[in-house]
Structures are given as C-alpha cells and as structure tokens.
C-alpha cells in the first residue's frame, strides 16, 4: 500500500509541477498571476478527447496539436486581455478570473457536466520491482511529464531564448536596455505557461477524466506549488509538486482521501513559517 501511494504521489506530483512551472514562468516575468489556468489545462484536455476520441487522431498527434491550439489561445488572451492591463495587476487578475468563468460555463454547454476522457497511447499493467501492478497509462504519463519538464529545464539553460527569459526576471528595465523586446517576451512567455498547464492536461486526461470544474483545484494546487517553492524557482516548482503529490496520495492511503487537499495547506504552513520564501525562493535583503 506504501509503495503504490508513493508511486502514485510521483505521477501526480510531476504533473502539478508542470503546471506549476507555467505559473511561474508567466509570473516571473510579467508579474501576473492568470486565474484562468486550471481552465486552460482543462481546456487542452477536452481538445485531446474531441481529436482522439470523437475523430480517432492518434493520441501523441492529438496531444501536440491541443498543446499548440492552447498556445495560440494564450497568445491571444495575452493580446486582448493582459496587454491591456500592464502595470495594473488587480485588473489583470480581474480579467483572469472572468475568463475562467467563461471557460468553465462554455464547457458545461459543449460538453455537460459529466466526466469525458481520451483513449489513452497504452493499455495493461507493468509488476514494478515485484511489488504490485501498476497501469502502464500512469506510466506514460510520469515519463512524459518527466520529459517535458526536462525539455523546457534545457531551453530556459542552455537556448538563447531561456537566457532572455532569465535575464528579464531578474532585471527588466536592463534587459529593454539591451534591447529586448518584452513586449513580444511577454506574449511568448504568456503563451509557453499556457502551454505547459495544457501538457499537464493532455498527459492526465486519460488518467482522470476531464469536467468543466476541474480546473480550479488544479490552479489552486499550482500556486500552492509556486509558493511552497519559492517564486521564480523551476528547481522549487519540481521539488514542491513532487512534495505535495507524495503527501496527498499518503494521507490519502493512511489517513483519509477527505482530507487530501488539507496536507497540502499544512505542509505550505510549516514551509512558509520556517522559510517564509519558500523552498528555493531568495529572501528579501
């Protein structure tokens, strides 16, 4: 029972990190705070139901292409809703917030109330290290977060795009002296948040299946994440996902499944109180 608590605290860990991850991205740079999110995560995971369901796409093709249709989306709240509202971050959140209302009333008129999932890439079960089966689906889905989470650690690195991203976090009025256009940064790093929520949901999807409310215990979980971190940290995003997965699959197999989403605030208390920067974050001088 331990051991397939703890295997299932990695799957879902990975994937609040990853959607912790476009959090702090978005907010690291632009210093917004999108409450939409969940949604968009949400959002990605009922375009993989609609292509690899509805229409038969295979899965992988159908998990990029709602990737991308997210991307596209996100640049174009970015355009029509955040541009707008640079320096005013209450009006930003206002707007945010109003999107994911819409978002999640649009989804109940489309789709209905009731659960919808994606075929999935794998079927059957893999003995892990004798000890119990395990779905190959959530196999899959570690490893493709795993991935994922890999890939964008090697563009933030080691690509000249992550050096901009780093370098405008850090000192914005610096990096438009040496001529980046953040603007079209902030756009791009909009874009790129939205799409790592919508890889967190796409590779979930056949997992757990996809409801128009979903998406704000995820959001939720996401900023959770960010804090327990620390703002601006990757490594804190990873490490704090991969904490709140295992506590909640723990407490859940030992304690109560009622009180999952109580460990997390408790395990973000003590963090803060001890480190009130977070895991990874850098004090205040």
């Not at 000890?131 to 964008?152: D, E, K, P, T």
Request: aromatic letters at 12%; a positive charge.
């Amino acid at each position: 029972m331990f051991a397939l608590a703890v295997m299932n605290g990695l799957v879902i860990g990975v994937i609040y990190a990853l959607a912790a991850l476009g959090v702090s991205l978005v907010v690291g740079i632009m210093n917004v705070v999108n409450f939409a999110h969940g949604e968009l995560y949400i959002l990605a995971g009922y375009f993989s139901y609609l292509f690899a369901g509805a229409l038969g796409v295979n899965f992988v093709a159908a998990m990029i292409v709602a990737v991308l249709l997210v991307f596209l989306f996100g640049l174009f709240v970015e355009w029509v809703l955040i541009r707008p509202t640079y320096g005013n971050d209450m009006y930003s959140l206002i707007l945010t917030f109003i999107l994911s209302i819409v978002l999640q009333n649009a989804y109940l008129l489309i789709f209905g109330p009731y659960p919808n999932k994606p075929p999935g890439w794998v079927g059957g079960a893999t003995n892990v290290f004798g000890l119990f089966y395990y779905g190959n689906q959530r196999l899959a889905a570690l490893a493709a977060a795993s991935v994922v989470i890999a890939l964008l650690f090697v563009v933030i690195k080691k690509t000249w795009f992550g050096r901009i991203i780093r370098a405008t976090s850090q000192d914005r009025e610096m990096a438009e002296l040496n001529g980046v256009n953040t603007t079209r940064l902030n756009m791009l790093s909009f874009g790129l948040g939205c799409a790592l929520a919508a890889a967190a949901g796409v590779i979930l999807a056949p997992v757990f299946p996809v409801t128009p409310t979903a998406g704000l215990p995820v959001a939720l979980t996401a900023f959770v994440v960010v804090v327990l971190g620390g703002m601006g940290s990757l490594w804190g995003c990873v490490l704090g996902g991969l904490i709140l997965g295992l506590v909640e699959n723990l407490g859940a197999a030992f304690i109560s499944t009622g009180y999952k989403h109580l460990f997390n605030f408790i395990i973000l208390i003590l963090v803060l109180l001890i480190r009130p920067a977070g895991l990874f974050g850098r004090r205040e001088a």
